[in-house]
Each structure stands twice: as structure tokens, then as C-alpha cells.
């Protein structure tokens, strides 16, 4: 069904200038860097904000939106954001993993717990009763307590056989992400996906675009803000 884009698209177009700008501040800053291990951070968070620079455009352009059914009234629907999470989050923990010196099991259970996540949230999205769609959000919201279960277990455990100042670092981006990620089912439920109608969509589009833009660009710039610090991470085992 057709859907167009009403005032939200002010959050839609900041949204695509900062992703944007976020891109070609880390490409400018990465140009230089020789060290293998370094170039992997940088090629994972450019193309994080890469993705979502992408989205946030399909978004304020109206190619990203759809409308749902649910019971007889029309909900509008951004589905862009669920393919932009879809491939940026797992990147994201990809980042702090790596960081972490985690293992291939770890990696592999915190990316398979966040495509869940991501997956049962965009059902939850669609269905077409409220019924449905809280139980889909619950189911969601599950696989993230216990994604964020996982890094405040096994990948904070791996982050202090790192050097202290990579472990200070890890521990700052771990409380960042647990912070700005609890967030998001919050927005999700108070705003039209919940369809309790708390939060209108023109201030949920806002509210997820700042949290986007914290989690991706706050969170890389943090992240490679420090060169001395990137070199000392330790490979994976
Ligand atoms: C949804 C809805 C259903 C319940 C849950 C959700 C979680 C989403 C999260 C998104 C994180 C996005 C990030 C984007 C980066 O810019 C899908 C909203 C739990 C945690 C970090």
C-alpha cells in the first residue's frame, strides 16, 4: 500500500547529513592508516555509516515507507530502518568484539542473538494485530537482554586480558551501547509501532534519529578516536 512521507522527513534528512557526514569523517581519518588491525575497525564503522547514510536517504525520499493494516486502521511504517539494523548492528558488535579479542563463538552467538533480534522485531512491525505485534516485540526485546547478557558476561570478561587501556575503552563503548540500545524497544512501544499512540511518529522519528546517530557515529568516534590505543588490541584466539 502506498504511504507518504508527512513532517517526519525534517529527522529523515538531519538524519542522512549527519550519517553522512559521519562517513566521510572516519573515510578522511582512516586515508592514513597503515595497521591491518586498525583498517578493520575503520572499514567496519565507515561502512556502518555508510548503510545507514543509505537508509536514512530511502527514508526522507519515500522508498523506505510503507503502510500496515492493523485492525482497520493504517499504520505507517519505515521499514528502511529494519534493513539498515539488520546489517548495522551486527557490524556494530563486530567492532566491540574485535576489541574485546573475542572468540569465533562469541562473535558468532552475540551476531546470531542480534539477527533474531532484529528479524522477530521487524514481524513484530508488521503483524496486524496489537496482540501480535506486542508478542513479537517481546520476543525481540528477549534476544536483546540477553545480547546485552553476553556482553556484560563473556566479552567484558574477554576485555580484561586486554591491555587497561584497551579494557577502559571497551568498558566505555559497552556502557554506551547497553545505554542507547535498551532504548530502542522503549521508542518502539511508546510510539505508532505499538499502536498505543503515547509517542507521535513525527517525535519517534526524531527520538530514533538521534539514537541512530549516537550509536553509529558517538559510537565511532569514540572508537577510533585513539590510534595508540587500536594498535595494542590483541588477536582473536
Ligand atoms: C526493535 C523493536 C522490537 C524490540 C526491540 C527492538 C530493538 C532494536 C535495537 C536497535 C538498535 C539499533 C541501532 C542502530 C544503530 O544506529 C527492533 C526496535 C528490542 C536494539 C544500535
Redesign the pocket.
Known sequence: MAATVGPESIWLWIGTIGMTLGTLYFVGRGRGVRDQKMQEFYIITIFITTI?AAMYFAMATGFGVTEVMVGDEALTVYWAR?A??LF??PL?LLDLALLAGANRNTIATLIGLDIF??G???I??FASTTGTRIA??AI??G??LTLLYVLVGTLSENARSQSPEVASLFGRLRNLVIL??LL??VI?ILGT?GTFGILPLYWETAAFMV??LS??VGFGVILLQSRSVLERVATPT
Open positions: 545507514a529494519y539498515d539494523w548495522t548492528t556494530l533480534m532484529i522477530t522485531g521487524a513484530a512491525a513479537w516485540w525481540s526485546t534476544a536483546l542507547l540500545w530502542y524497544p518502539w509501532e539514537l541512530d550509536a553509529k
